[in-house]
């Protein structure tokens, strides 16, 4: 084999290395792309003509065992937006609860954590109209979708995710009284706009985002849109349902969980992990997975 073939390898394997890393859904266009240090201003809008405010679903994405790549595999085949089409059997889920039945009495809590990475993580997208986007001016003025992590605790039932949690509290929750939808889904002066702030934030060696978000009266940040102008905007409203990312194959799931969880070429082959002595945290059994760690991944 010659240099310039060893060469072509390479090549490739790197461009593939990259290619796994990318999140599909942010390579969609239209997508709001929130990223750390920047401060967005956005006013949520409904598709008139769909009746969509909200579109929720669960979706699986993991780094991989192999070689760290991200690896996204999708939507998940027990979310609950496939209704009747749901996959109550699946390769995913029989996966996930060998990974989990090999380490649930390991002492480490982040070993724990780490098996549980193909549960479903909840997310939700709503269309925005940006006012301002410190990051991309390109923004300015746009119609976006807005992604967020917003689960459920299955047990509390409390909401997941920063954002979801405020947006939750002031549409259905505590404050909807002085809020609720006419409010928050208002593009004229009885309307809020939506401040979300992106820091950052470190727990162990892993730096994630963290979201600060802030309610503001249109008194206090006009849009000054004339009822044309909010016609428009309402006009242009996405249909959300193609934001939510495709169901693979079984097949399609399996050959990735092999090459990038099992780490080997058939079915069932777990890293092995020692499993230490028994954990006492009676609130490890994983019924969910939900992280706020949701700023787009461009350099993860």
Not at 16 to 37: A, C, I, S
Not at 73 to 101: A, C
Not at 103 to 116: F, L, W
Not at 265 to 285: A, C, F, Q, R, Y
Request: hydrophobic share 30%.
């Amino acid at each position: 084999m010659n240099t310039d073939t060893l060469y072509k390898m390479f090549e490739d394997e790197e461009t593939k290395r990259e290619e796994n890393k990318k999140p599909l859904f942010f390579d969609k266009e239209g997508v709001l792309k929130l990223q750390v240090g920047g401060t967005y201003r956005l006013r949520l809008i409904p598709n008139l003509n769909l009746k969509q405010f909200f579109v929720e679903y669960e979706e699986i994405a993991f780094n991989s065992r192999a070689d760290g790549s991200y690896q996204m595999l999708g939507l998940s085949p027990t979310s609950p937006s496939l209704g009747e089409n749901r996959i109550k059997k699946d390769i995913v889920s029989s996966t996930q609860w060998k990974s989990w039945t090999a380490v649930k009495d390991h002492p480490d809590k982040d070993v724990r954590n780490e098996a549980m990475a193909l549960l479903g993580k909840g997310k939700r997208v709503v269309n925005v109209y940006v006012d301002s986007d410190s990051k991309d001016e390109k923004n300015n003025g746009q119609n976006r979708v807005l992604r967020m992590v917003a689960g459920e605790n299955k047990k509390t039932k409390v909401p997941q995710g920063q954002i979801w949690k405020a947006i939750h509290e002031r549409l259905i929750g505590e404050k909807k009284e002085r809020f609720g939808p006419k409010r928050l889904f208002n593009l004229g002066p009885q309307g809020v706009t939506i401040e979300i702030t992106v820091k950052e934030k470190t727990i162990g060696t892993k730096k994630i985002p963290d979201y600060v978000v802030d309610f503001i009266s249109d008194s206090d940040s006009p849009l000054n849109l004339s009822n044309d102008q909010q016609e428009e905007i309402l006009s242009k409203a996405y249909d959300l349902t193609t934001f939510i990312p495709e169901l693979k194959s079984q097949s399609e799931l399996k050959q990735i969980l092999d090459e990038h969880w099992n780490c080997s070429g058939k079915e069932g082959d777990e890293l092995e992990v020692d499993s230490g002595t028994p954990s006492t945290d009676d609130d490890d059994i994983p019924t969910s997975w939900n992280s706020d760690d949701d700023v787009p991944r461009f350099d993860d």
